[in-house]
């Protein structure tokens, strides 16, 4: 066996001039030890054990060194384990990785929040028109003949599958977080050229309406289009009279006796709409769901005057400041504005909690950095043990964010006798208690930057979130946005009336959500497909074009 074995790493040694020298030396000690147990293979029994035991460290020992685990060991360097964190930072003798993977986007995570947002809201404005029960809470009595609705998906945290208006209102808090993040960090950094900081404000203010307005331009003026060679009459037919539609529905974009009429009435609506001096929604009969639009352009100019304006302060008093300004847009009924100041908090909050930054160390980060570091957990971690500690501070940040959500499940409608709600529409601010200002606008704003703070703090959920459907999602979704509403007044009110009847949705209400959910996965694949030509064809260039007309028109 003795004589077997050294022949074996004799083998081996035939290739020992590829190998550096450390190993060359490894290898030949390794034939010395296995020609030294042949020379001694007569002696005791009792030393049999010893040189087994010599036999094996010193194969392991050999094999530690060989060219196929370091082949591996270089590659998993490559390889990032976890999703939500870079890969490791590679040593001086393995290659880097792709660049792209160098310094992944410490916003990374609320791209995915955007794409699953979006989402959400397609689901909400697919089943809009036919049922109610997607805007009320669980439990709740509406008339005395009625029976009670008590559906699953009207369960507080359930029902945010289906809510649509409480995602819009977290779409601005995350602009407002992206939007400022950034900006924030480059003034914690002394070093940093201030001259850079400024040139970074001034090109998203400038950037902002193009970024905005032109893609929903373009969606609106194919809409036009299509509503003038008559695409739109089925679905305006099916709204006239069907027996289906026992939610709410929006109007169809008009249908003009001729073209010029058709490009007027456009105009006039277009120019109404983009104007950021009124404050009122305006809701586009070409395209409903772009009232969200402009109020993203006056809130992202609201919080381009706030960060302009506390960018010299300590970041203590700046984010008192940004506390003070969100609170006065409450008072002041300007939940959106809100939202996006609130955000920029969330962001300063981070970077406070961080030490200068959400990410930790900047590009070269573990899992454990990838988040920032909330300066409350050096107190508990002197309580308990290391592994208490981490389960104590994980479950307070879990039960924040699962409060923060269900305080986003406000109901959009009858909240005030809505079983577990109905207290917080009692202490709702009264200017939030008008017919025009729903209690939820505000409790959806409050509730959205906790939801932020709270995404931010929970590896497993920013890890969620950066899997590859919610990034896709993310990197999609204001194409989804723009092209799901126009899709769904054409092709959807085409379809659906058409799959009530052929399956016999009227005969029991299994089949009726059947009929929903066979409309509803043909929607959303039609709707990703044009969202993804529309975000290659359209939304991209755009980008493109806004910065190169701000490098043509700057120094």
Not at 200 to 225: C, D, E, K, Y
Not at 294 to 300: H, L
Not at 491 to 501: M, S, T, V
Request: a positive charge; proline letters at 7%; charged letters at 15%.
């Amino acid at each position: 066996m003795a004589h077997d074995l050294a022949r074996q790493i004799d083998s081996d040694d035939v290739t020992s001039h590829y190998m550096p020298e450390n190993r060359r030396q490894h290898s030949s000690s390794t034939v010395s030890i296995a020609s030294s147990i042949s020379n001694d293979s007569e002696s005791s029994q009792t030393a049999r054990p010893l040189l087994r035991t010599r036999i094996s460290n010193t194969i392991k020992r050999s094999y530690s060194l060989s060219k196929p685990l370091e082949l591996f060991q270089r590659l998993r360097l490559l390889l990032p384990l976890n999703p939500a964190a870079p890969p490791n930072t590679p040593t001086t003798s393995s290659p880097p990785p792709p660049p792209a993977q160098q310094s992944p986007s410490r916003t990374a995570s609320y791209d995915g929040l955007r794409g699953i947002a979006c989402l959400i809201v397609f689901n909400f404005h697919f089943l809009y028109p036919y049922t109610k029960t997607i805007t009320h809470g669980f439990a709740v009595e509406r008339n005395p003949n009625d029976p009670i609705w008590n559906h699953p998906h009207q369960l507080p945290v359930i029902c945010l599958l289906v809510r649509g208006r409480a995602m819009v209102t977290l779409f601005f808090a995350i602009s407002g977080y992206v939007l400022s993040y950034n900006f924030l960090e480059s003034t914690l950094h002394s070093n940093d050229d201030p001259t850079k900081r400024w040139t970074r404000l001034s090109s998203l203010t400038f950037r902002r309406w193009m970024r905005l307005f032109l893609p929903a331009t373009i969606s609106m003026t194919i809409v036009m289009f299509a509503s003038f060679i008559g695409a739109f009459d089925s679905g305006r037919e099916f709204q006239k009279s069907s027996e289906w539609l026992t939610g709410w529905w929006e109007q169809h974009p008009p249908r003009m006796e001729n073209f010029g009429a058709q490009l007027q009435d456009f105009a006039k609506m277009w120019w109404d709409w983009q104007t950021p001096f009124q404050w009122r929604l305006y809701y586009s009969l070409y395209d409903p769901h772009t009232w969200t639009i402009p109020v993203e352009f006056r809130g992202s100019l609201v919080l381009f005057v706030v960060l302009l304006g506390s960018a010299g302060l300590k970041q203590g008093w700046r984010m008192g400041v940004f506390g003070l300004v969100t609170g006065f847009c409450f008072a002041s009924k300007r939940w959106d504005a809100a939202a996006f100041v609130g955000g920029a908090l969330v962001a300063d909050l981070h970077l406070w909690e961080g030490g200068g930054e959400a990410g930790g160390n900047g590009g070269e980060m573990d899992e454990k950095d990838c988040l920032p570091r909330w300066k409350g957990e050096g107190k508990v971690a002197g309580v308990f043990t290391p592994r208490i500690t981490k389960y104590v501070l994980t479950a307070i940040k879990t039960m924040l964010l699962v409060a923060s959500l269900w305080i986003l499940s406000f109901p959009d409608d009858e909240a005030w006798k809505t079983p577990g709600f109905s207290w917080l529409n009692d202490v709702t601010p009264s200017p939030y208690k008008t017919q025009d200002l729903h209690p939820y606008k505000f409790w959806h704003a409050f509730a959205a930057a906790f939801v932020l703070w709270s995404i931010q703090r929970l590896s497993y959920v920013q890890g969620f979130f950066c899997l590859s459907v919610p990034q896709y999602l993310g990197k999609i979704s204001y194409a989804f946005y723009l092209v799901h509403g126009p899709l769904l007044h054409g092709a959807g009110f085409a379809l659906q009336p058409r799959l009530f009847e052929a399956l016999g949705a009227a005969d029991s209400t299994a089949k009726w959500v059947g009929c929903l959910i066979l409309g509803w996965v043909t929607m959303l694949t039609l709707s990703i497909i044009v969202a993804h030509l529309f975000w290659m064809v359209v939304d991209v260039p755009l980008v493109k074009f806004a910065k190169w007309m701000e490098r043509k028109v700057s120094h």
